[in-house]
């Protein structure tokens, strides 16, 4: 049986009676309550719901491999995009692109609201 534990600050993932495998601090806080696990054909999926909406993170947890400034400026385009399409749910804006670097999305046009 699996069992795992996801705090605000941590993620602990083992079979239940054994040490866990995975027990390492996040990049930064997360909504425990709205985070959730699932396991589908062998393989474990991890959601997580960040406190700071739009942030980007240079990995999920401290410590292990970051982002390259490529793929950390496409995580960046996407979620501004998808605040886009949020604030703005009559427009579709799957096919928009930037030109040069895209505005950081928590930041650009006042923020994002935070619950």
Partial sequence: MIECNITPSRLRLGIKGNP???DEEFFD???ADESMWTMDG???????QK???ASTWDSCLKGHDVLDPLA???VQK???LERFQEEHPGFDFSGAEFNGQPPDPRTFLGGVPYK
Avoid at 42 to 48: A, Q, R, S, V, Y
């Fill in 72 to 74: 950390k400026t496409e």
């Fill in 20 to 22: 866990p495998f995975i």
């Fill in 42 to 48: 062998g393989e474990i999926e991890i959601n997580l």
């Fill in 78 to 80: 996407k979620m501004t």
């Fill in 51 to 53: 406190v700071k909406k």
């Fill in 29 to 31: 806080k997360v909504i």
